[in-house]
Every structure is written in structure tokens, then in C-alpha cells.
């Protein structure tokens, strides 16, 4: 490692419990559109967009920063949720615009994990109800109740249990099928297993309150189910009087070239969630309800900085840029992911190393397995690649058991969009011949 570097994550490592740190030292420096650079000055191709949050380009436009800068000299924090301010609700009046018609009360936080606190309370709320179904592999974020949901790794909940009221279920992970199947002559067994078994054996329909879950899987793997999948899970809430909610928040903010990526399925959810891309780099989280749901009490939901000014300023300037040009970025997104999955696929064709490639628009992702038939995960493999392509100017992040994701800013030039997949593909050259 080079000296800054060192010093930094050895002070790091004195100050700071344990978190997610990657396999990699890459220590943050700063960041312009498709690059972000380290502290000893080294240039990298960004196929992270830092966790999903920079969809428009690493630290946000120059429109975005300027507006944060302006509300800094003015208020920072306002107690949103004590007192009123316009900004806020200018901005909550342009991201209803976004969602199904009918949509129109909003809760605003600071996270993901905030975010579905607060639509698992609402489900409750609204239906007098006390159970939640979500998914294996499903990642809703690391606070109590976001955690109970939550089932990609074991490791997330090992010693923070027991988390009652939530009952799991198989998603549709087709590329490993729990039932051995294959779609669509399964008839979505996963579905029917369902009906089947939690809902006649474990829990009553008409205790559910909501089943929860991620339009495509995002830390469990970057899991996308069937077409016509979310459109039978629609079915049985329908059927009991379940609510759907919809967590976009590594999914949504035209990550799959729609807004809510849920839309991709031809399906409305009850409650949507937002995080990370919609704040433009600042924390910022949001839960979206159907205005027939209703309202809270007050007093039975709150926070302090929901509605922070500063993080509403960069929200609201980078959803106006996204409106004014929500066909162009659509269309660009639509070509762009066409093109990296093609080249992703090709890649494959080359590498028995990737044994899938998955994704819907600029949310890609290869899963490594050592063996194409047994479909053995290629764990060490895959942290491999990774450090290959850092050491490359690449950064990359793993998801699920053996998968990378391929995530870009969604403003990625077309030579760094190559440059960057060359270097994924030398990466994996190399974790091959040593295999």
C-alpha cells in the first residue's frame, strides 16, 4: 500500500468499529462525473457509483452542489418534522409526480433503512395488522426491524435476534431454484409455495400486513425475478388484504431506466421506499404511501432531521434535472445497460468463470461459480477480480454469494464504459489461470 493510504486505514482502524470495509484500500478523495480518485492522486473508473448513490455522476453536477452550497448560507436544519418549511414540500410536490397517480403522502429520513423502518410501521398502522412476509437473499438495511426482514447473509443478523413477526419465503432466483425448477415450466412454484405453506401452516392471511420486498434483489445478488412474477405476489395481497411495498432504494431513481423499478413488472405497490441515489450524495431516505391508505396519528412517527434543508436542496435540484430530461435519461440508460449486458454476455461466452449475467437497464450483474454444472460458488475467485480491477483503476463491489455488481453512474461516457469492462474482463483473466 502506498504511504497515505496505510496511515489513514491504520488510523482508521483505531477510531472506527468494524463495518463493510471492501477487500481493497481504496481511500476517498475526491470524485468528477465517471472518476473517482484516491488520496495518493490515482484515477478510477467508478462501476460502484459509491454504493449506488451517485446515479448521475460522482459527487453529483455542479447544479446540485451549488444549490447545497446556497441552503448552507441560509438554514441547514429546520425540524422538519416539529416546525414547517417550504423547500420540503416543494420537493415532496415534484417527487408525487413521479409515482402512480394516487400516490401523495410522504415521509422523508435519512436513510434506507429509515425508509422501511417506517413502511413496516405504516403497514401496521394502516391495517390493524402484525405480520410481514419478505424474501431469502432479501437486504432491507441493518436497524432492528429493516434487519428482521432482511436474509442475504447470516453474518448481517448473527447476534442481534430473535426478530419476531416476520415470516420468509423463497424469491425467484431462477439461476438457483430452491424447488429444482425451471420457468417458466415451474408455474412459479415459488409462488404457490407461498400459498401453500407459510399462509395455511405458519401465519394467517389476515394477520399479514404487508409483503415486503426489493423489485430486483440488490445486495443478496442483483436477483431478477420472472416478468410475471410480482404480478401473482400482487395476487395475494389482493386476495387478504395485504399490502405491497416496494423498497427502491438500490433499485429505483432510473437505475433500471424507470423511475421505480417495480414499474418494469407492470405492477403498482401500496408503499415505496427511496434512498440513496435520491439524495444526490447527501443522506437522505423516503417512504411513499397510496393516499387512500390514509394518514398517521400524530405523535405515532417522527424523527429530527428528516427533511433536512441541506439534503432537500441537492434532492430537489437533482430531480429537476431528472424531470426536464426523464425521456433522454430513459432512453440513455435503455442503451447504455443494452450494451453493457451484450458485452457482459460476451464475456461469459469467453469465461466459464461467469456462470450468469443478469440485470435489468444500468443494474447488471456476473455471478462466478468455479463449475458451470455443479454451479459452485467462486467466492475467493470473485474477491479476486475485484482487487485485479482495483489494481487496475476499477472499482467494482461484490453482492450476494459470488456475484459483482456492474453499477456505473448512469452519465458514464462510452469510453470509460469500455475501458472499464476491458479491465473487468482482464480481472477475471487473471482469477481464471489461477483457479
Request: charge should be positive.
Amino acid at each position: 500500500m502506498a504511504k497515505k493510504t496505510d496511515e489513514v486505514i491504520r488510523r482508521d482502524r483505531e477510531v472506527f468499529l468494524t463495518t463493510t470495509r471492501q477487500s481493497y484500500p481504496f481511500v476517498a478523495e475526491r470524485g468528477e462525473g465517471d472518476f473517482a480518485y484516491d488520496i495518493e492522486g490515482r484515477e478510477f473508473i467508478d462501476f460502484t457509483s459509491f454504493i449506488s448513490v451517485y446515479n448521475m455522476g460522482v459527487n453529483s453536477s455542479r447544479e446540485v452542489r451549488e444549490a447545497i452550497k446556497g441552503q448552507v448560507d441560509k438554514l441547514m436544519h429546520a425540524a422538519f418534522t416539529d416546525y414547517y418549511s417550504e423547500l420540503p414540500v416543494e420537493f415532496g410536490e415534484m417527487l408525487i409526480r413521479m409515482f402512480p397517480k394516487g400516490f401523495g403522502k410522504i415521509f422523508l429520513s435519512n436513510s434506507g433503512t429509515e425508509a422501511n423502518e417506517a413502511a413496516i410501521k405504516f403497514s401496521k398502522l394502516f391495517t390493524k395488522r402484525h405480520y410481514t412476509i419478505a424474501f431469502y437473499n432479501s437486504f432491507h438495511g441493518r436497524t432492528n426491524g429493516s434487519l428482521g426482514m432482511t436474509a442475504s447473509k447470516a453474518v448481517q443478523r448473527e447476534n442481534f435476534g430473535p426478530f419476531t413477526g416476520v415470516v420468509h419465503v423463497p424469491f425467484a432466483y431462477c439461476y438457483r431454484c430452491p424447488f429444482n425448477s425451471e420457468y417458466p415450466g415451474c408455474g412459479l412454484s415459488c409462488v404457490d409455495y407461498i400459498r401453500k405453506y407459510p399462509l395455511s401452516k405458519e401465519v394467517s392471511p389476515k394477520e399479514v400486513a404487508a409483503i415486503f420486498t426489493e423489485p430486483i434483489q440488490g445486495e443478496g445478488g442483483y436477483i431478477v425475478p420472472p416478468k410475471g412474477y410480482f404480478k401473482e405476489i400482487k395476487r395475494i395481497t389482493e386476495e387478504h388484504g395485504m399490502l405491497l411495498i416496494s423498497d427502491e432504494v438500490q433499485a429505483g431513481y432510473m437505475r433500471t431506466g424507470k423511475f421505480l423499478a417495480m414499474d418494469n413488472f407492470g405492477v403498482e405497490a401500496d408503499i415505496y421506499t427511496m434512498a440513496k441515489s435520491i439524495g444526490a450524495g447527501l443522506p437522505m431516505g423516503a417512504t411513499v404511501a397510496r393516499r387512500s391508505l390514509g394518514d398517521i396519528p400524530a405523535g405515532s412517527h417522527s424523527n429530527t432531521f428528516g427533511g433536512n434543508l441541506a439534503a432537500v436542496a441537492g434532492a430537489k435540484a437533482s430531480l429537476g434535472h431528472l424531470m426536464k430530461n426523464r425521456k433522454g435519461i430513459e432512453a440513455m440508460v435503455m442503451l447504455k445497460g443494452a450494451k453493457m449486458k451484450k458485452a457482459l454476455e460476451r464475456m461469459a461466452e469467453r469465461h466459464g468463470l461467469i456462470g450468469d449475467v443478469r440485470g435489468i437497464g444500468m443494474m447488471l450483474a456476473i455471478e462466478l461459480v468455479k463449475d458451470r454444472r455443479s454451479k459452485e460458488p467462486a467466492v475467493k475467485e470473485r474477491e479476486e477480480v475485484i482487487k485485479n480491477a482495483y489494481r487496475k483503476g476499477l472499482l467494482l463491489l461484490p453482492a450476494g454469494e459470488s456475484s459483482i455488481r456492474i453499477i456505473p453512474p448512469l452519465t458514464i461516457s462510452e469510453g470509460s464504459m469500455v475501458k472499464g469492462l476491458e479491465i473487468l474482463e482482464e480481472s477475471i483473466k487473471m482469477a481464471s489461470k489461477r483457479k
